[in-house]
């Protein structure tokens, strides 16, 4: 059963992937393959939901960076399984609805990958047993939501309302990072289980207040609390499927689900009370008032759900376990109705092409069965008996009433409660009288006429539930609110009653007058319309658009001053800093030797360094004669070479020189396009400052590379000698560590190799063509540009080339050689026929795609790390025997070879994307925008 996890989880991702390669399957089938994936979930859900119901908690863990407490975790209770029904449910109900609202000139499939996504960042969160796991999914929300946003991304106000969504909850994410970070650390690990039952000891710990700063902002930046509430209405620029998304099952709903499913650990004090409840109860109020001013009928469902948003953070506020349960009876119930009202003004959207309910007058003798539907749900909104609406609103009265927070001031709560919820039946009566009744259409592009039958159907679902549950709680709802309660409590909550009956009580008192006082406050609304255009109002996207531009002018007048464009100012800057930096402690030191003895010097490694100093020497003296000073650059790699050979390091060597060859091939390439001439000799001042830098840096650098050498230090050294064999099954140290015991980092390395790679190509094809006819002192170039010598010769070194690269590769696991060094030699012997024949020769016997090659590369690597998790091992694992063949002998099979495999692919297409490349500037197979090896 457990194993079921990791399907429920990927059910969207198995969508995504289909729509992303087949993009040209009709709207009908793309829509069914994005209705499988939340189906084919919420299939693999139902058996789990009995023993889910039942307290169980399902959990299914592999490990990562155990020494960090890092685990990748699954975890499935009853509270998870509440949002995991919401997030397919609705989502469900909401692809289908988009079949019918996005126009045929909309990419259905990029629309659905996108929702896809949204669904998938969505499961993450709730499903993630690691606090550190759910942040990666919580910002994965953020990243979808604002492609969803701007799907409509020739609109200014989507790409405006998007960056301001991105900016805001991007923020409160890094300092949720921050409180899960500190939070993991006062409990001693990142796993969700053991900082729910630390929830003392959290509390207790005097960085408490910090942590709960810090998660308290990532969780109110979610869910448009305030004073973070303002971007919510501007994300209205979305299709509408979007919003009714985004407002009921996911984005808003996640801040909300962490503040649940942190209560045990983090609830309980006056400053939760002070904090949650008092940001709680003003946004509350807020979106209650702002929602009936506003004309957009989604304007006015934003900052309703605002306001509804408020009204679930004062309740976990209220830090009383029946407060809790009443929070989680309404997202229940606001997800259920606030998504059908969204759907309601998607149709009023689509059929009468206005959202201004100064225009959309009258709809009901135009579309009376859409217009029912709408009603029934805005009146579950405003909390009428006998809708779902009712129950948790009379839920939230009784709590206000029963606590006691404020003293003698605790009146306050109830008092306000009520003000919200007459602004509550206000907006909602606005929107029926407004919309449905109140004369006639006014200056409508089109006559107003019911939807399609099918656009209608997730509406009928929803408001289908709003009565059901308004009628029949406990049969619908019951259970899984009890089981959903107790998982966020942690403990069985109190005895509670989904009775639609209490008596005549106080919070039907409350109730009763919100709902006279709202209707008499819509009827007067003129009055309390004068008074708020008595303000001054700037839209708060104005204020950011604003604010982004004053900062791109603040940046743009500090990267004037910091980057005057000249490249050895930016060098001059780093060298300083580091002498500075790090010549400051050496001051510091009585005594630079450590107590570890020197070695006595000896004539050849005195030789060889004695060569390496010449060379660079003659370098500087001669950079003007550029193609000597490159062979000296050269000289000095060699020498360097040959040193770590005199000191036993033959994998360094190799590297070495095969770099340093492939390095000359480029610099010569780079001179060809370069000023044939240097530019004249820098002034004395000038040199003397290059020389102080120069001796400065060449004295901190020499010291503190004495200072480590001699120094008594313990080193892993021991461990990898130790290990390599047993545990990498290979004596060539060097490798094992590079592909098993270090081979995430390699695994980074090539990734970052093969990014390099594609960027200077991407530059490469912005250069214009040049090819120079003469040197620099005027000689005409050889007629023969491909010497038969060259040809020849290059023709018979490419074979033995390959051959040594492949010798070079097999032997690497337990020999000097390996993926690297074999690649570079590979790269070089292919890059000799380029520079041998020329690309119009080369092109039609090899025509490779590198950038084909550097994705290999990294998937091999990658493939090779993820297969070890099919036997419960951490990524990159590696695994190796010995098997007895015919002939061959006994021969060893390790599967750091297939990661070494993707090594060698990703050099070899890097290295040639760059040389190649570079190379074909001057031929009529200059690089463009399409690779064309």
């Known amino acids: 059963m457990v194993s079921i996890l990791p399907w429920i989880l990927s059910a969207p991702l198995f969508g995504i992937t289909l729509l992303l390669c087949f993009r040209q399957l009709s709207r009908n089938q793309q829509t069914w393959i994005a209705l499988a994936a939340p189906a084919f979930g919420l299939l693999l859900l139902a058996p789990l939901i009995p023993q889910l119901l039942q307290g169980e908690v399902l959990q299914q863990q592999w490990q990562w960076l155990p020494l960090l407490g890092l685990q990748w975790t699954l975890r499935l209770d009853a509270l998870a399984l509440l949002f995991v029904l919401l997030i397919f449910g609705i989502g469900l109900l909401v692809i289908f609805y988009a079949r019918y609202y996005l126009s045929p000139k ?58 301001l969504a991105l900016t805001v909850t991007a923020a409160g994410g890094l300092a949720l990072l921050v409180g899960l970070v500190l939070l993991g650390q006062v409990a001693g690990s990142y796993q969700l289980d053991v900082i729910l039952s630390k929830g003392a000891e959290i509390v207790a710990h005097a960085q408490y207040p910090l942590i709960l700063t810090l998660v308290l902002l990532g969780a109110f930046t979610k869910s448009a609390q305030f ?3 303002f971007w919510l209405p501007n994300a209205m620029a979305a299709p509408t499927p979007v919003s009714a998304y985004l407002h009921s099952a996911t984005m808003v709903k996640a801040g909300i689900f962490l503040l649940i499913r942190l209560y045990p650990a983090l609830a309980g004090t006056d400053l939760w009370f002070s904090l949650v409840s008092l940001a709680g109860l003003l946004t509350l109020l807020t979106g209650a008032y702002f929602a009936l001013f506003q004309h957009d009928i989604k304007g006015l469902l934003a900052y309703s759900t605002i306001s509804h948003l408020g009204l679930i953070t004062l309740l976990l506020g209220l830090d009383t376990d029946l407060a809790t349960v009443a929070a989680i009876f309404h997202i229940i119930n606001h997800a259920v109705f606030k998504a059908s009202l969204f759907m309601a003004a998607g149709i009023i959207d689509h059929e009468t092409g206005s959202r201004d309910m100064r225009k959309i007058n ?41 606590q006691s927070v404020l003293g003698s001031l605790s009146w306050l709560l109830p008092l306000l409660a009520t003000v919200a919820a007459m602004f509550s039946v206000a907006y909602s009566a606005r929107f029926i009288h407004d919309v449905f009744f109140n004369g006639k259409p006014i200056g409508l592009d089109k006559t107003p006429h019911e939807p399609p039958r099918y656009m209608r159907v997730p509406m009928e679902i929803l408001v289908a539930l709003c009565i059901g549950v308004g009628l029949f709680p406990q049969w619908l709802v019951g259970d899984i609110l009890l089981a959903a309660s107790t998982a966020a409590l942690q403990q069985a909550p109190p ?75 930016y060098i001059a800057i780093i060298l300083w800093a580091m002498v500075l930096l790090a010549g400051y402690p050496l001051v510091q030191l009585a005594d630079l030797q450590g107590p570890r003895p020197t070695m006595a010097p000896d ?26 000073a490159l062979i000296m650059v050269s000289v000095v790699g060699l020498m360097l070479s040959l040193l770590f050979i005199r000191f036993s390091a033959p994998d360094l060597a190799l590297t070495q020189l095969a770099v340093e060859v492939a ?19 820098s002034a004395h001042s000038t040199l003397l400052r290059d020389l102080v830098l120069a001796c400065s840096c060449a004295i901190v650098v020499g010291s503190l590379s004495y200072l480590m050498l001699t120094q008594q230090v313990d080193s892993v050294s021991a461990y990898f000698l130790a290990n390599a064999k047993t545990g990498g099954g ?90 690297f060094v074999a690649g570079l030699v590979t790269a070089v012997a292919l890059v000799l026929q380029y520079i041998a024949h020329g690309v119009d020769w080369v092109k039609p016997r090899l025509n490779l795609q590198f950038s084909a090659l550097i994705a290999s590369g990294i998937l091999i690597a990658g493939l090779t790390g993820a297969f070890s998790w099919l036997f419960g091992k951490p990524f990159l694992t590696s695994w190796f025997d010995y098997f007895q063949l015919p002939l061959l002998g006994q021969i060893e099979l390790a599967s750091a070879m297939a990661f070494d495999l993707g090594v060698y692919l990703t050099v070899v297409g890097s290295t040639l994307l760059i040389l190649a490349n570079l190379g074909k500037l001057t031929t009529r197979y200059k690089p463009e925008h399409k690779e064309q090896a």
């Open 106 to 163: 909309d990419p259905m499939g990029r629309f659905y990958a996108c929702l896809l996504l949204f669904m998938q960042a969505m499961l993450g969160i709730v499903l993630s047993g690691n606090v550190l796991q759910l942040w990666l999914f919580w910002e994965l929300t953020s990243i979808s939501s604002f492609l969803l946003i701007s799907y409509w991304s020739h609109r200014s106000d989507a790409r405006k309302g998007a960056r």
């Open 227 to 229: 004073p973070f509430h």
């Open 362 to 402: 009258g709809l009901w003798h135009f579309m009376p069965v859409t217009a029912s539907l709408a009603m029934v749900a805005a009146a579950a909104m405003a909390g009428v008996p006998l809708l779902n609406g009712f129950l948790s609103k009379e839920m939230f009265f009784s709590q206000t009433l029963h």
């Open 495 to 569: 005895t509670y009653s989904l009775a639609l009956w209490h008596g005549l009580n106080l919070p039907l008192l409350m109730s009763a007058v919100a709902f006279v006082a709202g209707i008499v406050l819509y009827i007067n609304r003129k009055q309390l319309f004068l008074f708020q255009a008595g303000f001054q109002s700037t839209l708060a996207i104005y204020r950011f658009e604003a604010l982004v531009q004053r900062l791109v002018h603040a940046c743009r007048r500090f990267s004037q001053w910091a980057e005057p464009g000249r490249l050895q100012w």
């Open 603 to 628: 004539l050849l490694t005195a030789a060889l360094l004695l060569v390496m100093v010449l060379a660079a020497v003659a370098t500087v003296l001669w950079q003007r004669q550029r193609l000597l």
């Open 663 to 681: 390095t000359a091939v480029l610099l010569m390439l780079a001179l060809y396009f370069l000023p044939h001439r240097s530019p004249k000799q």
């Open 730 to 819: 290979g004596t060539n140290v060097v490798n094992v560590i590079l592909v098993d015991f270090r081979g995430f980092d390699t695994f980074g390395e090539i990734t970052v190799l093969g990014i390099a790679a594609l960027g200077i190509y991407k530059l490469l094809t912005g250069i214009p063509r040049f090819k120079p006819s003469a040197d620099a002192d005027g000689r005409k170039w050889a007629l023969d540009a491909h010497p038969l010598l060259l040809r020849v010769v290059s023709q018979g070194l490419l074979p033995l080339a390959l051959l040594v690269s492949v010798y070079i590769f097999f032997r690497g696991h337990n020999l000097p050689g390996g993926g």
